[in-house]
């Protein structure tokens, strides 16, 4: 059976990746693989991160945690959005490592037995997850029953290196650190960086870097250069078969809301892809790559399927593969394009690729 779409996954790429942010932090890597490692396949991504040198993986969930270990995988893993209530034995069952940002999830850890292994989150300026108004209060309790791994924080704008709030926020962490020391907690490690700090704040590498989308071969900002700028590699290409070739007349309306119509007599290619595959209904200035060139997408993108302007000209025939983003050597649309197109970034394009996508993954 051929697919009518895939999602073709570069795991040599990954491997690259994973080398060349570990040489440049210049400390330990952990593998950030929530969010099924970012739509390229969880336990595929970890397995041959870990094996190209990453020594730690993080997820959001406990329930990735729990899936990496099923699958076999013996790495360190640390899941950072673990709220009260959960399933607290589970994870020391498994042998993972909990991010702790509030009182009411510490003392429910503590509480387990087993020495559960926690890394403290701190809020140091992002104002998102970590102990603020609490911390004080905290540095009060009985860490006795538990191990503290970690100490750890998130930069909310990394990706603007000369913001003045990166540097205020790593002094916080400092701080922060020396009063957790204070009240004579020692944390085995300290971690701050994502990718962008990776690239671009050696300060900031401490034990561990925690890198995402550069693993995957993306920036985390245009703005600091594209992949290749950053010395990486793309790991994942987008493709779609045409589900149907047709001349089309001039002034005919295309799709639901005839929101557009065809200028002239052109021929027109039906990609079977939509927005239930994760194509951004919203992306209209984007399109696929074909025979060496670009096809725009015209009239709006349905759940299934787009409608791409083909040109007069055009060979391509129906069953043909179109790209629809890939590395951009070729000339092809990235994920760097589909999230300008659509408003938002490539964080959210490859993360929405849709569950009826086979991922393919190439390896040597
Ligand atoms: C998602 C996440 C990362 C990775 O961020 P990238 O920008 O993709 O490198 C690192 N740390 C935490 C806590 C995260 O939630």
């Given at each position: 059976?051929v697919?009518r779409?895939?999602?073709?996954?570069?795991l040599?790429?990954?491997?690259a990746?994973v080398?060349h942010l570990?040489?440049?932090?210049?400390?330990n890597l952990?593998?950030?693989v929530?969010a099924?490692?970012?739509g390229?396949?969880?336990v595929?991504?970890?397995?041959?991160?870990?094996s190209?040198g990453?020594t730690?993986?993080?997820?959001?969930?406990?329930?990735?945690?729990?899936?990496?270990?099923?699958?076999g995988?013996t790495?360190?893993?640390?899941?950072?959005?673990v709220?009260?209530?959960?399933?607290?034995n589970?994870?020391?069952?498994?042998?993972?490592?909990?991010?702790i940002?509030?009182?009411?999830a510490f003392e429910?850890?503590?509480?387990i037995?087993?020495?559960?292994?926690?890394?403290i989150?701190?809020?140091?300026?992002?104002?998102?997850g970590?102990?603020?108004d609490?911390?004080?209060?905290?540095?009060?309790s009985?860490?006795?029953?538990v191990?503290?791994?970690?100490?750890?924080?998130?930069f909310?704008?990394?990706?603007?290196?000369?913001?003045?709030?990166?540097?205020?926020q790593?002094e916080?962490?400092?701080?922060?650190?020396?009063?957790?020391e204070?009240?004579?907690v020692?944390p085995?490690?300290?971690?701050?960086?994502?990718s962008?700090?990776?690239?671009?704040?050696?300060?900031?590498?401490?034990?561990?870097?925690r890198?995402?989308?550069s693993?995957?071969?993306?920036?985390p900002?245009i703005?600091?250069?594209d992949?290749?700028?950053?010395g990486l590699?793309?790991?994942?290409?987008?493709?779609?078969?045409?589900?149907l070739v047709?001349?089309?007349?001039?002034?005919?309306?295309?799709?639901?809301?005839?929101?557009?119509?065809?200028?002239?007599?052109?021929?027109?290619?039906?990609?079977?892809?939509?927005?239930?595959d994760?194509?951004?209904?919203?992306?209209?200035?984007?399109?696929?790559?074909?025979?060496?060139?670009?096809?725009?997408?015209i009239g709006?993108?349905?759940?299934?399927?787009?409608?791409?302007d083909l040109?007069?000209d055009?060979?391509?025939?129906s069953?043909?593969?179109?790209?629809?983003f890939?590395?951009?050597s070729e000339?092809?649309?990235?994920?760097?394009?589909?999230?300008?197109?659509?408003?938002?970034?490539?964080?959210?394009?490859?993360?929405?690729?849709?569950v009826?996508?086979p991922?393919?993954?190439?390896?040597?």
């Amino acid at each position: 059976m051929v697919n009518r779409a895939e999602a073709r996954i570069n795991l040599n790429a990954i491997a690259a990746n994973v080398r060349h942010l570990k040489e440049l932090s210049g400390t330990n890597l952990l593998a950030v693989v929530k969010a099924d490692a970012y739509g390229h396949g969880l336990v595929e991504v970890a397995q041959v991160a870990i094996s190209a040198g990453a020594t730690w993986l993080g997820v959001a969930l406990l329930e990735e945690a729990i899936t990496l270990r099923k699958a076999g995988i013996t790495a360190p893993i640390l899941a950072w959005l673990v709220p009260p209530g959960s399933d607290f034995n589970m994870a020391v069952k498994n042998n993972i490592d909990i991010a702790i940002s509030s009182i009411v999830a510490f003392e429910e850890i503590s509480k387990i037995g087993g020495r559960p292994r926690i890394h403290i989150e701190i809020d140091t300026g992002m104002t998102r997850g970590g102990f603020l108004d609490q911390w004080q209060k905290f540095l009060q309790s009985d860490f006795s029953t538990v191990e503290v791994v970690g100490l750890f924080s998130h930069f909310a704008r990394a990706d603007e290196p000369d913001e003045k709030q990166n540097s205020h926020q790593r002094e916080r962490f400092l701080e922060m650190f020396a009063e957790l020391e204070a009240v004579g907690v020692h944390p085995q490690m300290r971690h701050l960086s994502n990718s962008a700090a990776t690239l671009k704040d050696h300060s900031s590498a401490f034990d561990l870097v925690r890198t995402g989308i550069s693993m995957y071969g993306l920036t985390p900002d245009i703005s600091m250069g594209d992949s290749a700028a950053l010395g990486l590699q793309p790991a994942m290409k987008l493709r779609a078969r045409l589900h149907l070739v047709k001349h089309v007349r001039a002034n005919s309306p295309v799709g639901y809301g005839a929101s557009e119509m065809t200028k002239v007599d052109t021929k027109l290619g039906v990609v079977a892809m939509g927005y239930a595959d994760g194509i951004p209904r919203i992306a209209h200035d984007s399109g696929v790559f074909i025979d060496g060139k670009r096809a725009q997408i015209i009239g709006r993108v349905s759940m299934d399927q787009f409608v791409v302007d083909l040109g007069a000209d055009s060979s391509a025939q129906s069953g043909d593969w179109v790209i629809i983003f890939g590395d951009g050597s070729e000339g092809e649309y990235t994920a760097d394009d589909w999230g300008k197109a659509s408003g938002s970034i490539n964080y959210e394009i490859v993360t929405r690729i849709g569950v009826r996508v086979p991922r393919i993954y190439d390896y040597e």
